[in-house]
Each structure stands twice: as structure tokens, then as C-alpha cells.
């Protein structure tokens, strides 16, 4: 950089600075993070040394004051984990708080507040009061076997003063005082504390992970059962069993068996209050006085009968979220803007940035999201932009730093044409897309989906980027025709991955419905929306083979064939049931599937192309199977409707226990309803469902049929079993 324009930047980086530091140090509020502020002041610094003939006395720098392919065996968690929403202001707390209250119809919430350790998940489980095996959190289902690092943890006892069975979950770290001191001995240069205890816990030596001083703090109790009884005297009395009603109560018990939590544990009547504690702890000199990193604050509903009540969505707990700090915000320059096409088609403009390091990483690409977001954001190429890694994960562009132009800098222009296909893109939304279904980019990503969606071990990026180039591959049903000659030219394939990759071919050739339907990435169809339609199709039709699923999906529909035990499409001997013509409507009917994807649905299912498709799948070898649905119980072949509110329990338990008794729920009231389970508030379909005479039960009568205790409200907790615990 030249003197001339050295004298320009150094005067914006002046002005910059000044008004960060008038918000700052004089108004108590940021216009952009402290690491931005921090490090628009280095770069003043070394111009300012450049040239130090420029540096004035009021300059800032011259004042003071005005940011799972592991080879540890896999367990299947006892009860499955999920994962917390994310939250980053007071204005997303009271969003939170207003959603507990309003499901749970009451306007006073107590909420327990916990210090989110900075660390690795881990579940552990205890046996006749051992410990017995440590888990590792995985998808939250089935985890990696970490019981010989856990092991060393210090402050975990193997021993517990009573022989209880417990699967109690939490965090496992490094402490800041001896992630500095691994630092000053080792050679490696590791990003942060995080990062060095996620390494240690999947070490094959456990004498390593004991070298780096793990510690753990637990949080979470599971399916834990309490008998036998404590020896002597525990907490509780005689021979009644622990009680656990809430945070506070789950803390005390882990004090009495001596199992570590963290101690900065509050519980507060106010959601204002919450998010005065919350602010509190996002200030870095708070933080800094801690022994452990944290990077935000858990809120979760204190009562765990109301957690209960409030359940899950299919990711998240809907009792809890975490506050996120601030994440770690640097600038950079935007030297370009590239477009990349996904696999539905969308449009995602994609900034290329001058490498900057943030949260430990280096970022040199970062989204920015659609063309609204650039219109609003008013950025342009060449611009300094600042960057954030989003909840520390995706980095994205905040904004740029206008005072900063050059007047050198370039309108970002969306294109009109696809960059992979040159078809002319859709813009009827507001997502671009492109809808040329024959995009070499959307085939790759939807290649690059199918096998992720359906878990086939070694069928990888690289793997499916090299299969392309060497035109092996067409559509998905193409990876079931390669062999081991296809395979030998790609690079690195050898005799036994090839071997490996051919074996784990052959295993997924078994598919549930769902799983194709997910895998396929079709338009606004996820994974929970792909088993809700495929159970509508076997609810239709029964259990089918492929070849059945492909009349079934033909378009225009024959006359209903009939089949029967022993009976073939050539040849269907014995009438046993007919394919029955499905339609649009019927899936918009469906419970949980709104109009616009059953729309994407239907189109893509009756296409030509994916009736292809699915013919090729038969031809391969593809074979549908079903898991076994639930038969017997009080419900068995009773179709449900379920309307208003319930004291005691959500709908989603409702529903589970309902299905588990072999019911299925519908969502509206009809001639074939066997019976509507009413509660508070019950309006129109209780009116329609005493006109067509169907029996009504209320909750009591749920409870009372079921042989639930009234107290107990849950799926799986009935009088039988009131003795194991499932807490959250």
C-alpha cells in the first residue's frame, strides 16, 4: 500500500474506531464485536508504524478508552439424546418463554440456568453402582465406546456409595490451567480446549487421555433404576426411593452419591431474570474468572413433569434452549462472490474472502444466503465485511464496514442463467433456482445426498466425485451396478476397499420405504415427513415388494389387481387385496404433510422419470422391507382422534402411547373413526363425534383403561413400571 492511499484507510480505521469506542466505553452497547474493534486497531497500529510521519495525537492508538469414522466400537444409548435450539439475545429468551407458557396454558414458569461447559457429551452408566461404560454422544442414538478415557477422568468416582443403576449424562473438559500446560509441552499447536478433549476421548491409550487431565460435569439423569435400595442411610427414607422432582433435586442426589456438576447452578421465577443472568455470564471478564470454558448459558423448565409435558421435536428438546455468547467476529476483505447450485436447484451465493482466523478455524468462504439478503445488507465485492461463524459453526457476513469503501467496489450481480447448466433460472420465489432436473450440480449433490441419507460406509464425496468423472455413475441406483473392475480405477481403491465398498452395496440393498423417499431429496421432503408418507402408503396398501410399489405409482392407474398368497403379477391366483388409485388430495389429508409438499411430492413421485427410477431399483436388486408394526393392545386396529387441551399430557405422548397400544391417529372425525379422545376445550370435532355416535373418552378414562397411574403422564409409564425413572 502506497503513502497516498495508507493516509485514506488510516483515516476510516480512525473514524471506525473512534465511534466503536464512543459506543463502548461511553454508551455500554457494541456496533460490532470486541475482537472486530481489536483488530481494526492492529491494522491502524501497523499502518501507523509504516508511516509513522501520519500518526496524530488524537488518534485511537495514541489514547485510552473511547469479540463417527472412529474405530472405538459403537453402543446404542439407553435413552436417545438430543440436541438444544440456540438462542443469542433477550428478545429470542422471552420467544422461548412465551411458547413453554403458552403450551403449557399457565403464566408462571420456573427456569433452571446452568454454565454451558465448552466440551465433549458423554453419557455414563453405573451398576450395582460401578461404573460400567462411557459413551460418547454420536447421532443420539448409538454412540462410540469411550469407557477407557472416561475412565481417567479424576473426578468421576467408579465407585458409588450405593448399588444403584444409574445413565447419567453431561459434559466432559480440559481444564484452562492445564490446557495451557499441555500447550507448553507439546509440539502440536492445538486450536482450542474443545478440540484437544474431543481428541483425548476417542485416544486408543488411555494412559494419554490420563496425561491430559480430563474432567467431566454431569448434568442429565436417564433410565436409571433405584432398587436396590441404598444400604443405611441415603437420601430419602426407609425404603422409599430417591426423590427427583426437578434441577434442583437431581443436583442434591448427584451431591449424595457424589457425582460432579457444575456449582454455578440458579433457578429463577422470571424469564427477565434468566436473561439478567445470561447477560451477566456473556461478559468475557466473567468468564475469565472461571477455571473451565463455557460458551453459553443452558435454560431449561425447571419441573421435569413439565419437561415431560412439553417433549421433543425431532432434534431438539422443546424444555430447553442455549444462550449462545457472541460469537467470535473478525473482518476481511470480499474479494468475490460465487454462486453455487444446490441439490433442489437453489441458488446460494457464496463469499470468497481473504483468509481469517475465527474461533480457531481459518475461514475463507462464507454464505450469503439469497438475493434479499445481499439487497439488505447493501454489500458489494471488494468491500470489509465482517464474518461470524453462526452459533460457531457456519460462517456468514454480517455487514460491511461502508465507512471503509474505496469507491472501488462492484454491485454483486445474481446470475440469470444456472453457472453449472447455463438454463435459465426461476426467480417466481424466493430462493433462485434452477429447474433443469438434468443440472450436472444437482446430480452431483443429489448423488452426494442419496448415499450420506442412506449411510453407506465408504461411498464418500471424494468416492462419488471420482465415479462422475469417470461417467460410472448416472442416478443413484447406479452405485448397485458397480463392480470390482468399475471400482480398481478410482484412485486409492485397492483389492479390500474395493471389497468394502462392494459389501456395504450388497447391505443396503434392503431399504425401508422412508429411507428412499429421504435419501431421493426430493423438494421440501425431510426425513420426517419421508416416514410419515411412507407410513400413509402401507397404511393404503398394506406391506408390498417393489414391484407392487411400482403399480401402485403408476399413472394413469389400471383396474384394481388382485392378489393373493402364492399369486404373481402374472398370475394372482387368490383375491386377497386390490391396489388401490392414491391421489393428491389423499396426501394433503394427511396428518403433519401441508399442501406444498404434498404438491412436491405427488409431482415428483408420478413423474415418468422416477417411475424409472424406481423400475431400475427392482432390477438391481433393491427389496423394500417394513419394521414390525405394533400388533395387540387395547387400541389394536382403532382408528383415534384426539382434540383439545390436556391437564396433564402432551398430544405427542398421546399419540405415542396410543400407537404403542396398537391405535393409529387420524386427524379428523368421520364414519370409520372408532373413537375420539377428548379433552378441555374440545369444539367441532366433539359435536361431529356425538352426531355420528362414536365413543368419547376423556383423560381420566385414558388413564383408567390404559392401568396408568392418574400422577404418571408419559408413554411408558404406567403402574407396572412406575419404578424405573426416565428423567431429563
Same mark, same amino acid.
Given at each position: ?8 484507510? $488510516? ?34 497500529? @501497523?499502518?501507523e508504524?509504516?508511516?509513522?510521519d ?18 472405538? %466400537?459403537?453402543?446404542p444409548?439407553?435413552?436417545?439424546? &438430543? ?7 433477550a ?8 411458547r ?11 427456569? @433452571? ?21 462411557? =459413551? ?9 465406546? $469411550?469407557?477407557?478415557t472416561?475412565r ?8 458409588l ?22 500447550l ?8 482450542n480446549?474443545?478440540?484437544?478433549t474431543?481428541?483425548t476421548v ?21 433410565k436409571s433404576?433405584?432398587? %436396590? ?19 434442583s433435586?437431581?443436583?442434591n ?6 457425582l ?5 447452578f440458579?433457578? &429463577? ?16 471478564? @466473567? ?9 453459553? =448459558? ?23 434452549v ?19 447450485v ?15 482466523e $475465527? ?13 434479499d ?19 460457531? =459453526? ?17 454491485e ?23 429447474l433443469?432436473?438434468?443440472c ?7 448423488l ?27 442416478? %443413484? ?52 415427513n ?5 407410513n400413509f ?6 406391506e ?39 391421489s393428491?388430495?389423499?396426501?394433503i389429508?394427511?396428518?403433519? =404433510? ?18 424409472k427410477?424406481?423400475?431400475e ?47 393409529k ?22 359435536k ?13 378414562? &385414558? ?18 413400571n @412406575? ?6
Amino acid at each position: 500500500m502506497n503513502k497516498k492511499d495508507a493516509e485514506l484507510r $488510516i483515516k476510516q480505521l480512525r473514524k471506525k474506531i473512534l465511534e466503536a469506542n464512543q459506543a463502548y466505553f461511553n454508551e455500554n452497547r457494541e456496533i460490532f464485536s470486541e475482537s472486530v474493534r481489536d483488530q481494526l486497531k492492529k491494522e491502524l497500529i @501497523s499502518l501507523e508504524t509504516q508511516y509513522p510521519d501520519l500518526i496524530t495525537p488524537d488518534s485511537p492508538t495514541q489514547r485510552v478508552g473511547a469479540p463417527l469414522t472412529s474405530k472405538l %466400537p459403537k453402543i446404542p444409548h439407553k435413552s436417545r439424546k &438430543f440436541s438444544l435450539a440456540d438462542i443469542f439475545n433477550a428478545e429470542e429468551a422471552r420467544e422461548f418463554d412465551a411458547r413453554v407458557k403458552r403450551f403449557l396454558k399457565t403464566e408462571q414458569i420456573d427456569y @433452571s440456568c446452568e454454565l454451558k461447559i465448552d466440551g465433549i457429551n458423554v453419557t455414563i452408566w453405573y451398576e450395582n453402582g460401578k461404573f460400567s461404560r462411557a =459413551i460418547s454422544r454420536g447421532d443420539g442414538k448409538i454412540g462410540e465406546d $469411550i469407557t477407557h478415557t472416561i475412565r481417567t477422568c479424576k473426578n468421576l468416582p467408579l465407585q458409588l456409595p450405593y448399588d444403584i443403576d444409574l445413565e447419567v449424562s453431561g459434559e466432559c473438559f480440559i481444564a484452562k490451567q492445564n490446557f495451557a500446560k499441555i500447550l507448553e509441552k507439546s509440539r502440536e499447536n492445538f486450536a482450542n480446549s474443545r478440540n484437544l478433549t474431543a481428541g483425548t476421548v476417542r485416544q486408543l491409550d488411555p494412559q494419554i487421555a490420563a496425561e491430559r487431565y480430563l474432567q467431566v460435569f454431569l448434568y442429565t439423569l436417564g433410565k436409571s433404576n433405584f432398587l %436396590p435400595l441404598p444400604r443405611g442411610e441415603g437420601w430419602g427414607e426407609g425404603n422409599k426411593k430417591f426423590k427427583i422432582k426437578n434441577q434442583s433435586d437431581l443436583f442434591n442426589f448427584f451431591d449424595q452419591v457424589g457425582l460432579p456438576h457444575e456449582s454455578d447452578f440458579q433457578v &429463577f421465577d422470571d424469564i427477565e431474570k434468566v436473561i439478567k443472568f445470561c447477560e451477566q455470564w456473556s461478559d468475557k471478564k @466473567s468468564r475469565e474468572k472461571l477455571w473451565y470454558d463455557i460458551d453459553g =448459558i443452558v435454560i431449561k423448565v425447571h419441573d421435569f413433569d413439565l419437561r415431560k409435558r412439553l417433549g421433543y421435536t425431532a432434534k431438539t428438546a422443546k424444555y430447553a434452549v442455549a444462550w449462545k455468547f457472541p460469537a467470535e467476529e473478525k473482518y476481511t476483505k470480499l474479494l468475490d462472490v460465487h454462486f453455487q447450485v444446490g441439490r433442489t436447484g437453489a441458488i446460494t451465493p457464496v463469499g470468497i474472502l481473504e483468509p481469517v482466523e $475465527i474461533a480457531g478455524s481459518t475461514v475463507s468462504r462464507a454464505t450469503l444466503h439469497n438475493s434479499d439478503e445481499i439487497s439488505r445488507k447493501k454489500i458489494k465485492i471488494g468491500d470489509t465485511v465482517i464474518v461470524r461463524k453462526a452459533g460457531d =459453526i457456519i460462517p456468514e457476513i454480517l455487514e460491511p464496514l461502508t465507512d471503509l469503501r474505496t469507491g472501488e467496489e462492484q454491485e454483486i450481480k445474481f446470475p440469470r442463467n444456472c453457472p453449472e447448466c447455463g438454463e435459465i433460472l426461476d426467480n417466481s420465489e424466493k430462493i433462485t433456482r434452477c429447474l433443469n432436473p438434468n443440472c450436472p450440480a444437482r446430480h452431483r449433490e443429489n448423488l452426494l445426498y442419496f448415499a450420506k441419507t442412506l449411510k453407506i460406509d465408504g461411498l464418500g464425496e471424494k468416492t462419488i466425485e471420482a465415479l462422475l468423472e469417470l461417467d460410472l455413475i448416472h442416478s %443413484p441406483v447406479d452405485f448397485w451396478k458397480l463392480d470390482q473392475f468399475d471400482l480398481v480405477q478410482l484412485p486409492g481403491f485397492k483389492f479390500k476397499k474395493v471389497e468394502n465398498l462392494l459389501m456395504s452395496l450388497e447391505k443396503r440393498k434392503k431399504l425401508q420405504l422412508w429411507e428412499i423417499f429421504a435419501g431421493l431429496g426430493i423438494r421440501l421432503v425431510g426425513t420426517e415427513n419421508a416416514k410419515i408418507l411412507a407410513n400413509f402408503f402401507r397404511g393404503k396398501f398394506g406391506e408390498f415388494t417393489m414391484a407392487e410399489f411400482l403399480e401402485i405409482i403408476k399413472l394413469p392407474h389400471p383396474t384394481p389387481l388382485l392378489l393373493g398368497e402364492g399369486a404373481s403379477r402374472e398370475n394372482p391366483a387368490v383375491p386377497r387385496k386390490a391396489v388401490a388409485k392414491f391421489s393428491l388430495d389423499q396426501l394433503i389429508a394427511i396428518d403433519g =404433510i401441508g399442501e406444498k409438499v404434498a404438491e412436491s411430492f405427488y409431482q415428483f413421485l408420478t413423474s415418468q422419470r422416477t417411475q424409472k427410477l424406481f423400475k431400475e431399483f427392482k432390477e438391481v436388486g433393491v427389496e423394500l422391507v417394513w419394521e414390525k408394526e405394533t400388533t395387540g393392545g387395547i387400541f389394536s386396529g382403532k382408528k383415534i382422534v384426539i382434540t383439545g387441551s390436556f391437564a396433564g399430557i402432551s398430544r405427542d405422548e398421546l399419540k405415542k402411547i396410543i400407537v404403542q397400544n396398537g391405535g393409529k391417529v387420524s386427524s379428523s372425525v368421520s364414519s370409520a373413526t372408532d373413537l375420539l379422545l377428548a379433552g378441555e376445550k374440545a369444539g367441532s370435532k366433539l359435536k361431529k363425534a356425538e352426531e355420528l355416535g362414536i365413543e368419547i373418552w376423556n383423560e381420566e378414562k &385414558f388413564y383408567r383403561e390404559l392401568g396408568m397411574e392418574n400422577s404418571h403422564r408419559g408413554a411408558g409409564h404406567g403402574a407396572k413400571n @412406575s419404578e424405573n425413572l426416565s428423567l431429563f
